[in-house]
């Protein structure tokens, strides 16, 4: 192994390079460091945190709870960290990254403001050479990509933004400089969790808040809290347990699904049940309710039937809580935003709702946007509209394989890889965090992998292999498997994100794994045990 530690301008050899330095790619290269490799990562962004960077609109906050985001592996990481609330806003969380890092001691080995303009396998030389778009060259055995799941923003494809003379902003690309609202007309295009979080706050200070909506989203309460110092000491106390707890449970987080299915019980302590985990913090609504919410079209339709008549209660205009009911998907079938007086938002006077089903956005102005009803001027655009997912952050790269092949036509039809981790005709390059793969609390899913990566490395070093790659044959096999994980359940015929559907023209696929993390990480064990089923060494 050898390392030039020279100026980014001059090639730097690696062993390994990871793409992103948020909290997958951060314990990435950590774990990689910590077994002798030499490795840095690229990051695009000119400070860590990958999400916790870009993301800093205004309410912008986890929907874990915040000690089961951090990292666990760490002694003094976890001694040495205190999270205020149980789900912390992005400034605190950013700071915690750092914090990480530094203690870490990894600041020396990620190159900041590096985008990648394009990573390419030679052949002769089994190595990625990878240019950022500054002109830095780098060559590497490995290329780890943790390049976040959601982190590719998109925007509405109707003309004319660039010609709109007010201020506007992607929740996703939200300056530092902090933006006011105050006495603007503001228009906040998008429902989904960055616009339900965001919106809020520009009610409070805006003179007029105009809501495009195109879906409206089954929202419930975060009933975020401090933690107090004797939680604190509690949850130090327990980190290894709460660690196991996480990994043990589909998605990751502290939540289990009750043992019970819906209607084992009686209506009355079912609706109890469902008040009881509308008045409790963060995801317990889908984590922690009965066991078939997501399975059983009855049960769903008694969990959606509560939350329907909560936003009933809570919007003032029926017409406008009508609005805010979703009438295209039932309660699970997409990842439910959490709210903090979202729907009473509604409720104030300089606050207007506009359904684009009813009234498209046909332009941008150079004074605000026209729908196919009206004109309307803002001295604000907000443009909470989402991310490609998955795939998007991987295939605007320009990842090229064996023969040149690049990523985004071997992904034509959909993502293919083998276990989430590797792609057919791109030797030596690891994803991580990306398409088919564990999702859910983030780190949890990716942490399963990094390490994945890092024994799959290790192994190939001890063995003297030089080259891995996976086949068609196990990618299809893996195809095959992340559909089942799927199939009946209330997620199969969503319309979100996680199928693509977000993106005009994109073709329909799963982009996740629903299996859970227990059954992922059994996966990739029984392929690993037996011989690293699924890759080829050479
Ligand atoms: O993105 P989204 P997001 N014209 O795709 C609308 C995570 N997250 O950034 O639903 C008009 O959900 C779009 O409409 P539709 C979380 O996993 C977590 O909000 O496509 N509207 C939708 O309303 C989440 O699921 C947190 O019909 C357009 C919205 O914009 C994921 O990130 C916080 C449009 C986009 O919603 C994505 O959330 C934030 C157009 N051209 C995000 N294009 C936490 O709480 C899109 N829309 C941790």
New binding site residues.
């Given amino acids: 192994m050898n390392e030039h530690n020279g100026s980014p301008a001059a090639e730097v050899e690696l062993d390994a390079l990871v793409v992103g330095a948020g909290i997958t790619g951060i314990y990435q290269l950590y774990r990689l460091r910590e077994h002798g490799f030499t490795v840095k990562a690229l990051e695009a962004g000119g400070g860590v945190g990958g999400t916790w960077y870009w ?1 800093r609109y205004p309410g ?5 709870e915040s000690y089961s985001y951090g990292y666990f592996f760490s002694p003094e990481l976890r001694d040495e960290w205190t999270w205020s609330e149980e789900f912390a806003g992005q400034p605190e969380t950013e700071r915690y990254l750092n914090f990480a890092v530094d203690r870490l001691g990894l600041r020396p080995y990620i190159e900041f403001d590096a985008r990648v303009a394009s990573a390419e396998f030679s052949e002769e030389q089994s190595r990625w050479l990878v240019t950022t778009t500054a002109g830095a060259v780098y060559r590497a055995r490995f290329l780890i990509t943790a390049v976040g799941l ?1 982190s590719a923003p ?5 003309p004319g933004l660039e010609e709109y003379r007010g201020e506007s902003y992607h ?2 690309l939200w300056p530092a400089a902090p933006v006011d609202f105050k006495g603007k007309r503001v228009a906040v ?9 965001i919106i809020p706050f520009v009610a409070r200070d805006a003179s007029e808040l105009t809501v ?4 409206a ?1 089954w929202c419930t309460p975060i009933n975020n809290r401090p933690i107090s110092s004797e939680k604190a000491e509690r949850i130090r106390a327990r980190f290894d347990e709460l660690h196991e707890l996480c990994l043990s449970t589909p998605a990751g987080f502290i939540h289990r699904p009750r043992d019970l299915a819906a209607f084992e019980v009686s209506d009355a302590d079912r609706t109890a049940w469902f008040q009881r985990l509308y008045d409790e913090p963060g995801l317990t609504m889908v984590m922690n309710n009965f066991r078939d919410i997501t399975t059983d079209a009855a049960a769903n339709a008694a969990v959606t039937d509560f939350i329907r008549a909560k936003i009933r209660e809570r919007v003032q205009d029926p017409a406008v809580a009508e609005m805010l009911i979703p009438d295209d998907h039932t309660y699970g079938m ?2 439910p ?2 709210e903090n007086g979202y729907y009473e938002v509604f409720n104030q006077d300089n606050v207007e709702l506009v359904s ?1 089903r009813e009234e ?2 046909e332009r941008f102005t150079p004074t605000g946007l026209a729908t196919t009803r009206r004109e309307m001027d803002f001295d604000m655009i907000v443009l ?4 490609e ?1 998955a795939t998007g952050s991987l295939t605007r790269m320009d990842i090229r394989g064996s023969g040149g092949r690049e990523l985004g036509d071997h992904w034509e039809a959909g993502p293919r890889t083998h276990l989430g981790l590797q792609a057919a005709g791109f030797p030596n390059l690891f994803i991580v965090g990306g398409p088919q793969s564990t999702t859910g609390n983030i780190p949890r899913a990716t942490e399963i992998q990094a390490d994945l990566v890092t024994r799959l490395l290790t192994f190939m070093t001890e063995q003297g292999h030089s080259v891995v790659t996976t086949s068609r044959e196990a990618e299809d096999t893996w195809i095959d498997i992340v559909a089942d994980s799927v199939r009946g359940t209330v997620l199969e015929n969503a ?3 996680a199928f693509g ?2 993106i005009d023209g994109k073709k329909r696929a799963y982009l996740l794994w629903s299996g859970g993390i227990p059954a992922y990480r059994e996966r990739c064990e029984e392929a690993f045990a037996d011989g690293f089923r699924g890759f080829v060494f050479g």
Avoid at 60 to 64: P, V
Avoid at 212 to 215: A, C, E, G, M
Avoid at 384 to 387: D, I, K
Wanted: aromatic share 12%; glycine share 8%.
């Fill in positions: 993301n912008c906050r986890f929907d874990s959601l998109v925007f509405p494809a109707a929740t996703a295009v998008g429902t989904g969790s960055s616009g339900v979080q495009f909506q195109r879906t989203n997409k990842r935003p959490l684009l498209p956005i909470a509209t989402g991310f997912a319309r979100s994100w559907s977000n």
